[in-house]
């Protein structure tokens, strides 16, 4: 009997046309939802599901480098309250960056995806990694000012 695989099993990757045993088929990789009968309408509809998700991590990635090159350019000022000597009461936490980022360009990224080594706890200039995609990372210039 010929399956197509839709996840990997031993000796197989997704996508894979193969001949099995009938009772391994009907008994393993169906009720698991492993595979699925191969004909020729399943197959293209394989295809093109595959197409489609390919189609969109190729525009996510094309998103990713417009948006490093947008940041790459971009300075962010944050104010904090701050004491004697520019020391902050507090630090610049990653969605303070990420709300001011927010604001200033309208760029939208998820907290979780700013990295500030070390933390911010004075005043002046810093940098910090955001993480676009899987790919990409960007550095983003912040200035810490005085409220």
């Not at 099993?9 to 046309?17: I, L, M, S, W």
């Not at 960056?97 to 990224?109: F, H, N, P, S």
């Amino acid at each position: 009997m010929k399956v197509l695989f839709l996840q990997e099993v031993a000796g197989t990757r997704a996508g894979d046309v193969k001949d099995v045993a009938p009772g391994y088929a009907r008994n393993y990789l169906f009720p698991k939802h492993l595979a699925v009968v191969a004909d020729e309408r399943t197959i293209d509809q394989v295809r093109r599901r595959e197409e489609a998700v390919r189609r969109r991590a190729e525009k996510a990635l094309e998103d990713a480098r417009e948006l490093a090159q947008r940041i790459r350019k971009l300075t962010v000022t944050i104010y904090a309250k701050a004491g004697e000597a520019g020391r902050l009461f507090g630090t610049v936490t990653n969605a303070d960056v990420a709300t001011q980022l927010k604001r200033e360009a309208g760029i939208d990224v998820d907290k979780r995806k700013i990295e500030i080594e070390p933390a911010i706890r004075s005043l002046g200039p810093h940098e910090v990694k955001v993480e676009l995609h899987s790919d990409i990372s960007e550095t983003l210039k912040i200035v810490v000012a005085a409220q």
